[in-house]
């Protein structure tokens, strides 16, 4: 059953340009960890990607969001089945990118840093956030205003060069 009512925009929880600074190929023979940053140095990830299948380079620049559904008008499959292979025919959000995959926010912690004071209450500045792809690992860790939106919760990870 899917909820109505959401927008498109709603649908993206995160969505930066990232520009990659490594490329760990060492653990394994198809999954390279990436460290990436955006652009003003504020946000920071390290990703695990199958690189044989999506290939990326030191100093590329890659976008990624984080989106709660494939849907382009922004309805969420609220049935938990997961991922599941669209109609044919049906467009989605993956059509418009290179490189997709599936999975869960598992864990947050707060970021190093000083904390700031919003309405009497102190929430830290920054936010480290963490996700499983069914054992490729995302870890983001930026400004807490950027990560907000994420829950403990399955997201879609979308990215293209």
């Known amino acids: 059953m899917a909820t109505t009512g959401a927008s498109a925009?709603?649908?993206?929880?995160?969505?930066?340009?990232?520009?990659?600074?490594?490329?760990?190929?060492?653990k394994y023979d198809r999954v390279?960890?990436?460290t990436a940053h955006s652009p003003h140095?504020?946000?920071?990830?390290?990703?695990?990607?199958?690189?044989?299948?999506?290939?990326?380079?030191?100093?590329?620049?890659?976008?990624?969001?984080?989106?709660?559904?494939?849907?382009?008008?922004?309805?969420?499959?609220?049935s938990k089945r997961g991922w599941r292979p669209p109609v044919p025919g049906e467009m989605t959000l993956a059509d418009q990118y290179d490189y997709v995959c599936h999975g869960k926010v598992y864990r947050f912690e707060e970021g190093e840093g000083e904390s700031m004071q919003v309405f009497g209450?102190?929430?830290?500045?920054?936010?480290?956030?963490?996700v499983s792809f069914g054992g490729l690992l995302l870890h983001m860790e930026g400004p807490f205003r950027k990560m907000s939106p994420l829950r403990i919760d399955y997201v879609y990870l979308l990215l293209k060069k």
């Open 9 to 26: 925009s709603d649908t993206f929880l995160f969505n930066e340009t990232f520009t990659v600074s490594d490329v760990n190929h060492a």
């Open 32 to 34: 390279s960890r990436i």
């Open 41 to 78: 140095q504020d946000t920071k990830i390290m990703l695990d990607i199958n690189t044989e299948i999506y290939p990326v380079h030191e100093q590329e620049h890659v976008h990624m969001a984080l989106v709660s559904s494939l849907s382009l008008d922004g309805t969420k499959d609220e």
């Open 121 to 130: 209450e102190s929430f830290p500045k920054e936010k480290v956030v963490f």
